[in-house]
């Protein structure tokens, strides 16, 4: 699968590698443009590569993984997903840590505003209720495997999001639409920064 990121992030970066040891092509990009990242693309491996921002975009498989206040500015003017899968992993900081701030959406959930500014997109909700060194880290341990939540509203697509995590070593929970699990997942949420291990 080609899979691009919006986004080179310390989260970006760990799906990267994990997706890069399966096999896969990842096109890293980010506001700066492909030349700042052409040394990081290299440490990453083989199947990694550097991109604009279109490129990412026209992956089979997208994951967005900026921060808060950038994810407009990241995703305007890309064509429409056209029923392509983007993975959103953002939280919605309005300020980061230590003085965190949490973005008032009334009613959406932080994936159903992502949602209504990806035209065409299946998104799915994943990785952001982890914080990212264990991401980064192999999910398979001795007492089990590191839990995955994620949500969405196609369960086509989240079953394209569960094959692929699960092959990285996740294991994966569905929590269903994106309204309900998207709420338990994000910030304030009962999940968010929740880290446990499935056995067996």
Do not use: C
Not at 148 to 170: M, P, R, W, Y
């Amino acid at each position: 699968m080609k899979i691009g990121s919006i986004g080179a992030g310390n989260v970006a970066q760990a799906i990267a590698r994990h997706a890069a040891r399966q096999g896969h092509q990842v096109v890293l990009s980010n506001s700066r443009g492909p030349a700042s990242l052409t040394a990081l693309a290299e440490r990453l491996g083989p199947h990694v590569t550097a991109g604009t921002r279109e490129e990412a975009a026209s992956a089979e498989l997208v994951l967005l993984a900026v921060g808060w206040p950038q994810v407009p500015d990241a995703v305007a003017g890309l064509p429409p997903f056209d029923g392509r899968v983007v993975i959103d992993t953002t939280n919605q900081f309005a300020s980061p840590p230590p003085h965190a701030e949490i973005a008032d959406l009334g009613p959406l959930t932080g994936s159903e505003y992502v949602a209504s500014l990806l035209p065409g997109a299946r998104v799915v909700k994943a990785f952001n209720s982890l914080y990212g060194q264990y991401i980064a880290a192999d999910p398979r341990h001795d007492a089990g495997r590191q839990v995955l939540f994620l949500a969405g509203d196609d369960a086509d697509a989240k079953t394209t999001v569960i094959e692929l995590t699960t092959s990285f070593g996740f294991a994966p929970v569905d929590l269903g639409p994106l309204r309900e699990g998207g709420r338990l997942m994000q910030l304030g949420g009962p999940l968010s920064a929740l880290h446990v291990l499935k056995q067996d």
